[in-house]
């Protein structure tokens, strides 16, 4: 029984549901406004079945995408999302029937961004039954619901029942809007032919045609035709709003397309395929305006939608193309609009094919009635003799060119034969050609003929002639042509040319030779080979040389005249006092040109008679003369001379002979200048790497060279000295200018003080036109060195002096017999006698250390020592002779002290000279210690004292060769100043070294460490 219930209120249901929607398919049937039959579909569905949401897609036909055409009760979000995630995958799914969701979460048909997409709306359940017309699927009808449900078979049902209802109205009105859409494209096409078959100027048709598109089949139309020469330009474009026409003028001014472009006109006529976007896309547009960004904001506000473009082809060529844009009415163009708009294009193209043979036909018409009033102009005002002969060999027609050759009127040839007018011998001579070309129908071209007319029988002519059959309409041979071109200007000018271009070939050769050595007189001699005997008969050259002139070439053609060339080249050189010739040239520095040479100015012109004799057999008849000038100054002169009087120098050959003047005047002034700058760069190289510095002064006294010896002497860069005053840098720089002042130019020495610092300079100066040049050696070590050996050798003999004396002095005493001497006094005496021999001993032992270390003759031996044993030795030989006031100690570690490697005797000598050195620099007594440490892998002995001290200053000098701290003995301190020389070159030579450490006061230590033994 429940069963049958339900059942039965399923019946119910359904006989419900039909009603309601058959009462409401007549309505829907009866509609033809797709759009406007979308909201009454949904109304219908909500009245139908209850539901949450619907929705109403449809799908596009062209691309199979799919859209929401109508909704109710959804959010936008979701259209928006739901569109894009069924994007690519529509027909994933079947639709045969109704698609059912019960619970969308776990639906597997539905993708995962759809199933977010409802999740994000709410939507937990739906019903999808598909829009099916004929054999394809329109869209579908979507039944949304915000939880999850079973759905009834009659619910199923009537969705089926609705969604073909609604298919089924959609699809007739798709039908009715697609036959009356075909029907207006039909009349449109229809009334574009008529417009453009009502004129043949196509621009103004073509126009109209955009005009009639805008109201009929486009928003916007553009047509662009090929031009002649390939490139696009755009014929006219319309839109219904004209302020949008003026914009879209200037876009294409703007922005010209590019005829490489992927896509629109240029791709279009590029390869005569018709493109069509049916959905204007904005990936398109960014695609499209890649480059031309500020582009892309005013296509989006145009809001363009589709687009069509056709090209125009006619016979074979492409004409142009038109565009079609749909915008504003939302038009979708699809492959029935293409099919249509290629039909208005083939006529359009038809049209504008016969538009243009038209006008072809019309100029070539004009141009033929031109030509031919042309041909009677030409003929009768053409340059070159025309005439037309009868197969008689009779005159026809001349014209005026013809006439003057010929000597005779033109109207008074007609009628007359050759032989009557150009006389026997010469129609002898023309007949024959005449009679070639009409017996074979063969042109006779350019003829070379020279003679002379009857006009002018003086004047020497050449012309071109040649012979043309001339035919009727049926190619019969019925006269000949004759067409006589006087080419004597031309024939003179390329002579002319011809001649140009010799001396031009010759005069670049002369280039390369001359650039190619810098030997000029072997090369202005070598340039002979180019002119003789092709521009001369023969050729000389002149240079000047200390206010003379010394002929260095003379080649003549005929090598029986060398004997004569030869006495004119080392005989007869030009004089300066002469009236002509190199002379004269090279005075004004002006060519000369001496067209013919007469006997008085050949007589003129030499210096006695055998001169005239040479001349005469070398051969003058014309003569050039051009100066070698550079650099302002004319050094010499180039001599063409012809001996044949046939051929006489004109002006273009003396132009000629300038031309070669001057390359060879600035091939001989290169070679100078080289010379001198090779010279100069040897002397500042010289200059440069000279050990004595060098000093070049201007006559202003500012420094102008600055050598590096200079900068090294003086310590003055040569960037701080050049361009300075010298008397700002030498402080005495009078007396030293004073040297370049006498004609002695001997080395001076004398003390200069060169910016602060006091130099010994041994100077030499010399002046010139341009200033002074000073070469200044520095003597200021060697001076010292000389003041060092003038105070050792004051030292040594003062140091000798004293202990001499003392020894002389005991000496006498002890030698005296008058004076009765005590044992304690004979005592005494003999030791000042053994002590101050001692000090002798010393002081030569010092020199001839320095000597055997100057001159390598010292030799060391190394071996472990002892340092502490060596220190005590000398310590315990010191208080033998040291003054009481002198407290001497020594001092070592309480560890052992390794050896040391050394030679005992010299480690001995540089304490003693320390120790010594230390006793005799404290005369006012005091401590004087020897201390003995071990510092890393050396000994180190350090000798200190309480006496003067040395001054940081002197640290470095007091081990330099006869240098002492008190030279004037103004202490009373005496010495040669060889003991710490010594001290350092022998330790040195064992590997050690030395330094002093003093404040100036209070004593000094000096320090001297060898390295241990291994």
């Known amino acids: 029984m429940a069963t049958r219930d339900v059942e039965r209120r399923a019946l119910e249901d359904d006989r419900f549901f039909s009603d309601e ?57 979701y259209v928006e999302s739901a569109t894009a995630a069924i994007r690519g995958q529509g027909d994933a799914v079947l639709l045969e029937e109704p698609l059912v969701a019960e619970d969308i979460a776990n639906a597997d048909w539905i993708g995962p961004a759809h199933r977010r997409a ?189 687009s069509m473009c056709v090209p125009l082809v006619a016979r074979g060529r492409v004409l142009g193309a038109i565009t079609f844009i749909a915008a504003e009415s939302g038009r979708r163009y699809d492959e029935r609009d293409l099919v249509t708009a ?208 010394r002929r260095i070439a003379v080649v003549h053609k005929d090598p029986s005249k060398e004997e004569w060339a030869q006495k004119s080249m080392e005989l007869f050189a030009p004089e300066p006092h002469e009236l002509e010739g190199t002379a004269r040239v090279a005075r004004t520095g002006e060519a000369v040109l001496y067209r013919t040479i007469s006997d008085e100015l050949l007589s003129a012109s030499t210096l006695n008679e055998e001169h005239h004799e040479v001349l005469r057999q070398l051969g003058m008849e014309s003569a050039m003369c051009v100066p070698l000038t550079a650099g302002g100054r004319t050094f010499g002169a180039l001599m063409l001379v012809s001996a044949d009087p046939t051929r006489l120098f004109d002006e273009e050959d003396l132009d000629f002979a300038k031309h070669l003047g001057r390359r060879a005047a600035v091939a001989v002034d290169n ?105 200044f050696r520095d003597l200021t070590e060697e001076r010292a060195v000389e003041t060092l050996k003038s105070d050792f050798v004051s030292t040594i003999s003062h140091e000798l002096r004293t202990p001499l004396a003392a020894i002389y002095g005991a000496a006498l005493t002890l030698q005296r017999e008058d004076v009765i001497i005590g044992e304690p006094q004979r005592t005494g005496l003999l030791e000042v006698i053994a002590s101050e021999s001692d000090r002798l001993a010393r002081i030569v032992n010092d020199v001839l250390w320095v000597s055997r270390l100057e001159s390598n003759g010292l030799r060391t031996t190394i071996e472990p020592c002892d340092a502490v044993e060596l220190a005590r030795g000398v310590v315990d030989a010191a208080r033998q002779y040291i003054p009481p006031t002198i407290r001497l100690e020594l001092t070592t570690p309480g560890a052992h002290v390794p050896p040391v490697a050394a030679d005992a005797d010299k480690i001995r000598q540089v304490l003693t000279n320390l120790v010594e050195n230390a006793v005799k620099y404290s005369p006012d007594g005091g401590r004087v210690g020897v201390d003995i440490a071990v510092a890393g892998p050396r000994v180190r002995f350090s000798v200190s004292d309480e006496g003067l001290g040395v001054p940081p200053a002197e640290h470095r000098r007091i081990f330099e060769k006869f240098y002492r701290l008190d030279p004037d003995l103004t202490r009373g301190v005496g010495g040669t100043g060889l003991g710490l020389y010594i001290s350092r070159e022998l330790l040195e030579r064992m590997g050690g070294r030395i330094w002093v450490e003093s404040s100036g006061a209070d004593g000094s230590t000096f320090v001297a460490e060898l390295p241990l033994a291994h």
């Open 118 to 306: 409802h999740e994000e709306a709410g939507t937990r359940a739906m019903l999808v039954s598909g829009l099916r017309y004929a054999d394809r699927v329109v869209g579908t009808l979507v039944f949304y619901y915000r939880r999850t449900r079973t759905f009834s078979e009659s619910e199923k049902n009537a969705a089926s029942l609705l969604a073909n209802i609604a298919a089924a109205a959609i699809g007739t009105a798709e039908l009715y809007e697609a036959q009356r859409r075909s029907a207006e494209d039909h009349a449109f096409v229809a009334e574009a032919s008529d417009l453009l078959a009502s004129s043949l100027e196509y621009e103004r048709t073509l126009s109209n045609v955009a005009a009639l598109a805008v109201s009929h089949f486009a928003d916007w139309c553009a047509i662009d035709m090929v031009e002649p020469d390939g490139s696009l330009s755009r014929l006219a474009i319309a839109h219904v709003d004209p302020g949008k026409v003026q914009l879209a003028h200037e876009l294409a001014e703007k922005y010209p397309p590019d005829p490489e472009a992927p896509y629109g006109v240029p791709n279009v006529i590029r390869t005569r395929q018709a493109e069509l976007f049916s959905e204007i896309s904005e990936e398109l547009l960014v695609e499209a305006t890649a480059e031309t960004p500020e582009l892309l904001d005013l296509l989006r506000q145009l809001g363009l939608r589709s």
């Open 671 to 775: 070679a100078r200048l080289y010379r001198e700058s090779e010279r100069r760069a040897r002397a500042a190289l010289v200059v440069r790497h000279v050990a004595d510095g060098v000093l070049l002064v201007n006559t202003e006294g500012v420094i102008r060279l600055w050598n590096p010896a200079a900068e090294q002497i003086t310590g003055v860069a040569a960037s701080e000295a050049l361009g300075r005053p010298a008397a700002e840098l030498f402080v005495d720089w009078e007396s030293i200018a004073s040297l370049a002042e006498g004609d002695e130019h001997r080395p001076l020495t004398q003390r200069v003080n060169v910016n602060g610092r006091e130099l010994w300079l041994s100077i030499t100066a010399v002046g010139f036109d341009d200033g002074s040049v000073y070469a």
């Open 342 to 549: 290629e039909d208005l294009a083939r006529r359009a193209a038809t049209a504008v094919d016969n538009a243009l043979l038209f006008r072809e036909t019309q100029t070539a018409r004009r141009e033929a009635l031109d030509s031919l009033a042309v041909v009677d102009a030409v003929f009768a005002a053409a340059p070159v003799g025309l005439a037309f002969m009868d197969t008689n060999f009779r005159y026809v027609r001349v014209n005026a060119a013809l006439a003057r050759i010929n000597g005779l009127p033109a109207e008074q040839h007609a009628g007359r034969s050759l032989r009557d007018v150009l006389g026997e011998e010469l129609a002898r001579t023309i007949e024959p050609y005449h009679r070639h070309v009409l017996e074979t129908g063969e042109a006779i071209l350019d003829l070379a003929v020279e003679g002379r007319t009857a006009a002018a029988p003086d004047d020497r002519r050449d012309w071109l002639v040649s012979y043309y059959p001339v035919r009727e309409a049926s190619d019969q041979v019925i006269g000949v042509g004759v067409v006589i071109t006087d080419v004597t200007e031309r024939e003179r000018a390329r002579a002319a040319a011809e001649a140009a271009g010799a001396r031009l070939s010759v005069l670049a050769e002369a280039s390369q030779q001359l650039a190619g050595s810098l030997d000029y007189e072997s090369t202005l001699t070598s340039l002979s080979k180019l002119l003789v005997p092709r521009f001369a008969d023969w050729y000389a050259v002149d240079v000047a040389d200390r206010g003379r002139f």
């Open 21 to 77: 929607i058959v009462e409401a398919s007549s309505t829907l049937l009866g509609s033809l406004d797709v759009e406007a039959m979308l909201p009454e579909i949904l109304e219908l569905a909500s009245r139908t079945l209850a539901a949450d949401a619907y929705a109403l897609w449809r799908k596009d036909a062209t691309d199979g995408s799919w859209r929401v055409a109508a909704y109710s009760g959804l959010a936008e979000s």
